[in-house]
């Protein structure tokens, strides 16, 4: 039986691990064991590395409709993040108003709670991205 993709993938998102092709040089994230480009050239040339966390904003939307059972901030901003290293990822920003949020708006990762408890008594974490203040 196949592991849920959550957990298959909780340990890269977790340490914000990537890979990066060592035939063309392209960061995949999550890491995959193979580059999107170069397919079976890859094969065995992929290097794992840890981003650094910091990025710019890519493109972004202002969620207004949050389901009524999730405790979050209304509205909140899901954007594309562009990894300095080239990767890109999508995820929550959070300590900022939406207002504020602009495409190249510098952002660093943080590790926060992404949900309550559940019933299998398992609290979820994962990476949110909070404005780079100047
Ligand atoms: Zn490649």
Redesign the pocket.
């Known amino acids: 039986m196949a592991a849920p993709r959550f957990w298959r993938e909780a340990p890269s998102r977790y340490n914000l691990v990537a890979t990066r ?1 060592g ?4 960061v995949s994230f999550p890491p995959r064991s193979f ?1 999107p ?2 397919h079976r ?2 094969v065995g040339r992929m290097e794992r590395f840890r981003l650094a966390g910091k990025g710019s904003v890519y493109t972004y939307s202002v969620v207004h409709e949050v389901p009524s059972e999730l405790d979050m901030q209304k509205p909140y901003v899901i954007a594309m993040i562009e990894m300095d290293e080239g990767a890109k990822l999508t995820a929550q920003v959070i300590d900022v108003d939406p207002k504020d949020v602009h495409i190249g708006m510098r952002v660093r990762a943080t590790l926060r709670r992404l949900g309550d408890e559940g019933p299998d008594g398992i609290i979820h974490y994962g990476y949110k991205f909070v404005p780079i203040l100047n």
């Open positions: 092709c035939n063309c040089g392209s580059c480009k170069c050239k890859s």
